[in-house]
């Protein structure tokens, strides 16, 4: 039944198409590029150890989020949500109910063979990404992300001073920008907040920045 808790015996085709197909030109222009913007909701912060349970993603391209291409999955865990329910709001009874995790990546691959990553502190999204593709493929491609809160980072460091705690939060940096309030740890609702920081911080960017610029700046 959980198909990406056996040991991998091979590197799974899909991977393989992936990496044979998914190509980022660095230096074309970041208001050009083809974006998926990703949330995972989880029942930790260790990819080795924890689960993820919901995942939500919106594409952006031409410098406007696609509302006809919102996803919003909920993903079998093998283990109970546990104390992890009180932060996103999803039981037992309803995750049982949701794609095997094999499924969910098949379709997030597909998905992101023709856009560049985009979360908001990717190192989360990143890490269970990477190793749930180990589980299930036998190998993760080397996934390379934009991040929103990275990119807030740097222009705030470019004015110098300290950072206040908490300032890098996605409801603080919406806040910055004057954008609406969201629904905090729902996956979609947060990977449509991301989509729309990541289009007001390129405005302040100016119209050469190019996509090169940003994963430097997401470093």
Not at 85 to 97: D, K, M, S, T
Request: proline content about 2%; overall charge neutral; aromatic content about 6%.
């Amino acid at each position: 039944m959980w198909n990406w808790l056996k040991k991998p015996v091979s590197v799974h085709q899909l991977v393989l198409d992936y990496e044979k197909e998914q190509s980022v030109d660095k230096q074309s222009l970041a208001s050009k590029t083809n974006y998926l913007v990703l949330d995972f909701e989880t029942t930790g912060l260790d990819a080795k150890k924890h689960h993820i349970v919901s995942a939500g993603w919106v594409k952006i391209s031409d410098s406007r989020i696609h509302l006809n291409s919102a996803q919003y999955l909920l993903v079998k865990s093998p283990e109970s949500v546990g104390q992890s329910a009180v932060i996103h709001g999803l039981h037992n009874n309803e995750v049982q109910q949701g794609l095997e995790l094999e499924d969910l990546l098949s379709l997030l691959l597909n998905e992101l063979k023709s856009s560049v990553l985009v979360s908001h502190h990717s190192a989360l999204e990143l890490n269970f990404l990477k190793q749930s593709c180990q589980n299930c493929f036998g190998r993760s491609p080397a996934f390379k992300a934009v991040d929103t809160l990275k990119l807030e980072l740097y222009k705030m460091q470019l004015k110098g001073g300290a950072v206040a705690q908490n300032s890098l939060s996605l409801p603080a940096c919406l806040a910055r920008y004057q954008l609406p309030e969201v629904t905090a740890h729902h996956a979609l609702s947060d990977a449509f907040a991301c989509a729309q920081l990541l289009l007001a911080q390129l405005k302040t960017r100016g119209a050469s920045c190019t996509l090169a610029e940003l994963f430097q700046q997401s470093r």
